[in-house]
């Protein structure tokens, strides 16, 4: 099923204005790109088996994806449940695309990395008999969902690794320095980093980093879209690198939606949790009919996906930017969700009297950098976890607050992992002959603009449904930009991040013209079922002669088998 794609990705080391040999090298065993939940495991992980880890991060350290959380994390530790249980609802969400050993690798170590986070001294919201406080999301048939501060998990799960990480003697911080290309050596062994190391104030430097091992932790990459829950890091900067170094990305099609978004001109982007739909609160239109009833069994608590469809069309059909969500048959709701009812008062509607305004925004990247469950890729020194990684554990859909797990689990174990293969003797990096060859032409190119008109090309043509039409000349514009982009993008942060969305927004559309089915995420108007010949990952990697875009096959579940049920 292979195809090659002939235009290569373009890197922006032809950009850099000075020659590597001259640049400061900061040396460790293991570099970690990255400081949520993913990356502060790993380095923890790795630390603690004696290697010495340094964590970079684009801003400040606590400037993540994983402060955001809100519902939870997923582990099996009520009375009721069981790792298999747990197992069996992940892959009943995942669409016949999850692999079965690692969903059960990551779900029966879930309780043993609680306990982890906990004796690092996580705080989780406990009933008044001290046991463990519990919630259910969507796909769970058992309360599962451990929580700290009612919505602040993600929050406190940052707090508890920040705090442990800094206190580690073997690891070190580079705070505001974003990882720009890989570095192999004449094996093609991946051991160097360049970057631009910089404060918020100062002019970023760039500096080579130089590792036995090489982790990306980047999360993912919501802002390629326009409408998205992740915060403004979320650039996909670890699967550009990944892909230009030529490691396999996996599922990349699969972009999970998150349906009920707050949507109010100059508000900011905030994430009404399901929760609320579950008190009660009910979608309607601009004239107040409900729709969800008709569309599935579950209504307002269908799938994230369906639900998110749902209201796409419903959007479609009256030409209206948005829905709403109605709170009149909830009782008290200011009092049930005050931080929703703060926001909304500022911007004048009252909770409990109006609907309020709501659509739906990317929230997750499914697919990534293909990696295995020690988190190592295809790329010899190169490793992938947390959001940036695609091991196959959600297959074609995320069940809610399985990601948090997925980083806490998979970092622990990628971290001992690193441990074990690090060598005695460090390796030195292949120092690239050709430096700064290619100027900056003077022409001005506006990075916002450029920045507005991707995000909205793949909200439109590469959202919620996606046909062949539509990404085919989602395509063709993708591959005119980077040709002027490779010329004219500044060697910056801002630019470099640019080129990387270009290029990461190329293979998701590559990836999703390619999936001639719909499953999970992936929504394809014009194959709006899914097909057998589709039960497989999709790939995209660089080779010589182009981009390959083909299927790797896994072992699979077997179709409708659940092993809890
Ligand atoms: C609003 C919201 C609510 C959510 N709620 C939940 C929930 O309740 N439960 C759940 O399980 N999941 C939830 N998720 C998803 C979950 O938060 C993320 O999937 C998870 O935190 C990702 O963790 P990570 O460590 O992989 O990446 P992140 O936490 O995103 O961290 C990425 C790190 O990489 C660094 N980085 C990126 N690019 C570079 C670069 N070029 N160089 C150096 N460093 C770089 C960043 O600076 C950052 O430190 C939610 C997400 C959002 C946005």
Redesign the pocket.
Known sequence: MDFIHSTLPKTPLNHLQADLRSLPVYRCDALV???????LSTALAAADQGSHVMV????RLD????R???????SAVGPTDSPELHSADSLAVGCGLSETAVVDAFTSDGPAAVEWLQELGMRLDCEPDGSLSLGKEGGHRVARILHSGGTA??LEIQRALGAATQAHPRIDFCQY????ELLKDSEGRVCGLL?LMGGSSSAPKPVLFEADAIVA????G?QLFRET???E???G??LA?ALRAGADLQDLEFVQFHPTILYLAGAARF?ISEVTRGAGAHLVDREGNRFMPDEHPDAELAPRDVVSRAIFRRMIESGDTHVYLDFSEVNDPASRFPALARMAREFGIRLAHEPVPVRPAV??MIGGIRSNLEGRTNLDGFWA????ASTGFHGANRM??????E?VVHGRMVGQDLANSLGTSPRRFLTPSLLGNTSVSGAQLSLTDMTYSLKSLMWRQVGVERNAAGLADALHRLETWEGYLDRLCPFTREGVEVLNMVQVSRMVVLAALAREESRGAHFRTDFPSPSADWRCHSSVRVDPGGIVVGTTSVALPAEGVSKGS
């Open positions: 790109l990255g400081s949520g939940v993913a990356g970079l991060s684009k801003g400037d993540t994806n994983t955001h959380a809100q519902g939870g994390i997923a998990t993600g320095t974003s990882g720009i970057a932790a980047t999360g993912g919501g829950t992740n915060p890091l979320a650039t900067d670890g690198m994430l929230h997750y976890v947390g959001e940036c809610g607050s399985n990601s948090l797990l980083g």
